[in-house]
C-alpha cells in the first residue's frame, strides 16, 4: 500500500532520516518505534508533504503508483484526508476552539467537495458514533468542553471521515492518561478490523507495540535498525539497540525488578529511551 525507499530527509545542518527503506502493507497495523530523535515522526510528516520549511526530502514515497515526493502542494491535499489521514499527539491543536466540532468537521468535508449539507452532517454523526461518542452532543460542543479522551476520539473521527485507506497515527496516546490510552488504542484497533484501514503507528511504547501491531520497524538516530513480524522481533532482538530499548521497558508492578537480560554495556535507562511514563 505505501512502500518508502531510499527516504533521506536532511537540513543544511544535519541528516535526520538516512536512506530508509520500509513498507505497509494493505489492511495491517505497522509500528515505526524508536526513542525521540530517531526520525520516526520526520518520516511521518514526509508522507504527507508536513516537513518543517528548513528540511528536504529525497527517496521515493509511492502511494498507488506515485511518488509523494514529487506531487504538487495542490495534488497532495486532495491526498490527505480523502487517501491519507493523520492523528497527531497535539489533539487540542487539531481543533480551532472558538468553532464547534460539528462546524469543523462539516468544513472539512465541504473542502474536499461534499456539497450537501445533509449529507455532510448525516456523515459526521455517523463518525462521531463509530468512535463510541455522543454524537449529537459533541457536535454541537466546542473542544474545551470536551476531556482529553472525548477530544481524541473526535480528532479520530476527524481523521476517518473522509474514509482513508491509511491512518497514520504519530503518538496519538502520548498526553493520554494510562487507561484512555488504552481504550484510544483499543478503538484504532477495532476500526481497523471493521474497515481494513492500514495504520502507520508512530511510537516510542514497545509493550504497547507488542499488543497491536502485526509489524515493526525500528529507527536509531535516523536509520532502520530492524525490523519484522512483532512478535519476532520482540521476542529475538538481533539489533542491540532494539535489546537496550526492551531492556528500558519499566516495570509494571511497583516493585518488580526492572528486565535486565543483556549486559550492563547495553543498558540505557527509560529516561534516555523515551520509553517512560
Not at 70 to 79: D, F, G, N, W
Not at 118 to 147: D, G, M, T, W
Not at 223 to 246: F, N
Request: proline share 6%; with cysteine; net charge positive.
Amino acid at each position: 500500500m505505501l512502500s518508502i525507499e531510499g527516504l533521506t530527509i536532511r537540513s543544511k545542518a544535519k541528516t535526520v532520516v538516512d536512506q530508509l527503506e520500509l513498507a505497509v502493507r494493505p489492511g495491517e497495523w505497522f509500528a515505526l518505534a524508536g526513542e525521540s530523535g530517531s526520525g520516526k515522526s520526520m518520516t511521518a510528516s514526509a508522507i504527507g508533504g508536513l516537513l518543517p520549511s528548513s528540511f528536504t526530502a529525497h527517496g521515493v514515497i509511492a502511494w498507488k503508483g506515485n511518488n509523494l515526493l514529487t506531487l504538487s502542494a495542490k495534488q497532495r491535499r486532495s491526498l490527505l484526508g480523502n487517501e491519507i489521514s493523520y492523528i497527531f499527539q497535539d489533539y487540542h491543536g487539531a481543533f480551532t476552539p472558538f468553532l464547534r466540532i460539528g462546524s469543523q468537521l462539516d468544513e472539512l468535508m465541504h473542502a474536499h467537495g461534499c456539497p450537501d449539507r445533509n449529507a455532510r452532517k448525516q456523515r459526521c454523526i455517523e463518525v462521531l458514533e463509530h468512535v463510541q461518542l455522543p454524537a449529537e452532543r459533541v457536535y454541537r460542543s466546542y473542544p474545551f468542553q470536551l476531556s482529553g479522551g472525548q477530544l481524541q476520539r473526535a480528532a479520530i473521527a476527524a481523521a476517518l471521515l473522509l474514509k482513508p485507506q491509511l491512518l497514520i497515527a504519530d503518538e496519538p496516546t502520548t498526553a493520554l492518561d494510562t487507561l484512555t490510552a488504552h481504550r484510544v488504542l483499543q478503538l484504532i484497533n477495532q476500526i481497523r478490523m471493521e474497515t481494513g484501514i492500514s495504520v502507520l503507528w508512530i511510537t516510542h511504547d514497545l509493550r504497547h507495540v507488542r499488543k497491536y501491531a502485526d509489524r515493526i520497524a525500528v529507527m536509531r538516530t535516523g536509520s532502520l535498525v530492524e525490523s519484522g513480524e512483532t512478535q519476532a522481533v520482540l521476542d529475538h532482538p538481533t539489533h542491540p539497540y532494539t535489546r537496550r530499548l526492551l531492556a528500558a521497558i519499566p516495570p509494571l508492578a511497583p516493585n518488580a525488578p526492572a528486565r535486565l537480560p543483556y549486559s550492563t554495556e547495553e543498558q540505557i535507562t527509560p529516561e534516555r529511551s523515551g520509553l517512560h511514563g
